[in-house]
């Protein structure tokens, strides 16, 4: 069983910049991809970006490419997500996911990942 923890939200201005990190603990040798998604209040949980487990590939929703980064440490079996450029649009709760089953495609969907974080909060003032 996979815990995740997510650290790292808060409130920023707009044009600011925030990291989060999601901390991976128990059977991590199991997963194949990481990911971010994020849900707004009143809002379905939408993706944000994923890597895999090697960190040889990556994938940004288009909301948040070029302003996004994710990248991931596996010695200390965290995954940071550096969010520049913020904007009052990406106030959200983060989720930070895992998921066990190799797919040659990145998977964009929720129900594609085995394993959830608690989420940390992201509030971008305007």
């Not at 044009?15 to 009143?42: D, E, I, K, P, Y």
């Not at 895999?52 to 940004?60: C, L």
């Not at 964009?108 to 085995?114: M, V």
């Amino acid at each position: 069983q996979v815990q995740l923890v997510e650290s790292g939200g808060g409130l920023v201005q707009t044009g600011g910049s925030l990291r989060l990190s999601c901390v991976a603990s128990g059977g991590t040798f199991s997963v194949s991809a990481m990911a971010w998604f994020r849900q707004a209040a009143g809002k379905e949980r939408a993706f944000v970006t994923a890597l895999t487990r090697s960190a040889g590939t990556t994938y940004y929703a288009d909301s948040v490419k070029g302003r996004f980064t994710i990248s991931r440490d596996n010695a200390k079996n965290v995954v940071y997500l550096q969010m520049n450029s913020l904007k009052p649009e990406d106030t959200a709760v983060y989720y930070c996911a895992a998921r066990r089953a190799y797919s040659r495609v990145l998977p964009t969907r929720a129900d594609e990942y085995d394993y959830w974080g608690q989420g940390t909060q992201v509030t971008v003032s305007s």
